[in-house]
């Protein structure tokens, strides 16, 4: 995958030409064509995982043969967090480590710890947060929570132990990421957010059960819509159950109200319980898109630099890494890549999967990118 060639003057012609790339912008905020900021930063350290998420990575492409990256074209911690000081400076608040499964990655609390000294142009710490499917959490937490991690959040798609193991595809017990969740909450990682993939047919009939298991806990459960991200998870509208409608299942039952986001930008959309008993959020990127205010970019785990989570192709950051780039240099081809930004895949969501779709088209795979 060589990605998307990064703005003028910053391709290399040859090898050892290094190109002068202009002063980076500092002075003001950075922000794209449409006037969405750089906030959040999610890095993934890792293309591999030990489930096979029918919606994510079905084992039917995913399979024993599968060629996952080689560890030469994986960034190092150093050069992760180089990408990562200097998006800090650019305005990103909050780091997000993903995958694949991000605690497969030998070492991680290592790069949480360099992560963990970055301070914001105003001395803030940097928020640190990671995505993972819990099945190591349990054994991992307290180093994590050592090393300087903030929140986790887990991916949690039934508690119907059978409909679990059917959605991991390899046959993991429910029972041991309720045991992650207690062991992350019992040092502190929190609030820790649950992350339900909502699959009409296959899970829905578990949304009310999940609302209702973690009513009163210190747990946060958000509902996803099952997206279009990639093209091998056998995306179809038919399986997709629109949020209004979890919204209301569990309304009849445990009736709730809307609150404000916690802040601009936030992909869910926060209904707590009229008694109190904490909240629960949507997030439906298939039926009401939140791209008017995504401020969100990713880095490959072999340093490609995408700017929307379904995109085709990004661009390639580890290329400068390796070739003598200066901060200065990959600081000023970040913002040039940022200021261009047009991206609203959500928005023109109808058109964009038919096309792709008919043309055979790819785009990037969840488990690549992050979530």
């Known amino acids: 995958m060589s990605g998307a060639p990064l703005p003028v003057p910053f391709v290399r012609r040859q090898a ?7 002063a980076a912008h500092t002075d003001a905020p950075l922000v794209d064509t449409l006037n969405r900021p750089l906030h959040d930063l999610r890095l993934s350290v890792t293309d591999r995982c030990n489930f096979r998420c029918v919606y994510c990575m079905p084992k039917e492409v995913f399979g024993k043969d599968f060629a996952f990256m080689p560890r030469a074209e994986m960034l190092s911690f150093e050069e992760m967090t180089r990408l990562a000081r200097i998006s800090v400076a650019h305005g990103v608040e909050k780091i997000r480590l993903t995958g694949g499964e991000p605690l497969l990655r030998k070492g991680l609390e290592e790069l949480i710890a360099m992560l963990a000294e970055l301070r914001t142009p105003a001395g803030k710490p940097v928020d640190i947060a990671l995505t993972t499917n819990g099945s190591a959490l349990a054994m991992k937490a307290q180093a994590l929570k050592d090393a300087g991690l903030k929140r986790v959040t887990v991916s ?3 508690l119907d132990d059978t409909t679990f193991r059917a959605m991991n595809d390899v046959n993991f017990p429910v029972a041991r990421i309720l045991a992650g969740l207690d062991a992350a909450h019992a040092v502190g990682l929190g609030p820790i957010k649950i992350n339900m993939v909502v699959k009409r047919g296959q899970n829905d009939h578990d949304i009310v059960n999940m609302a209702r298991y973690f009513k009163g806990t210190p747990y946060i459960l958000r ?8 093209t091998s998870n056998g995306w179809d509208m038919a399986a997709v159950l629109p949020s209004s409608e979890v919204r209301d299942r569990i309304h009849a039952e445990l ?8 802040y601009t930008g936030e992909t869910s959309r926060r209904w707590r319980y009229l ?5 629960i959020g949507l997030i439906s990127s298939v039926t009401q898109s939140f791209c008017h205010t995504c401020s969100r970019a990713r880095v490959s785990t072999d340093g490609k630099l995408f700017t929307c989570l379904f995109a085709s192709e990004g661009h390639d950051l580890r290329a400068l890494l390796r ?16 200021r261009q930004r047009t991206d609203r895949a959500s928005q023109l969501r109808s058109a964009q999967t038919g096309a792709v779709r008919s043309s055979g088209g790819k785009k990037i795979e969840m488990s690549y990118i992050g979530g």
């Open 16 to 22: 050892d030409e290094v190109p002068v790339a202009p």
């Open 156 to 158: 949690l798609d039934s």
């Open 223 to 230: 509902f996803i819509e099952f997206m279009d991200v990639g």
């Open 255 to 262: 009736p709730l109200e809307e609150v404000a986001p916690n």
């Open 275 to 279: 008694d109190g008993e904490g909240e």
């Open 323 to 338: 070739d003598g780039s200066s901060d200065e240099q990959l600081s000023a081809a970040m913002g040039a890549i940022w």
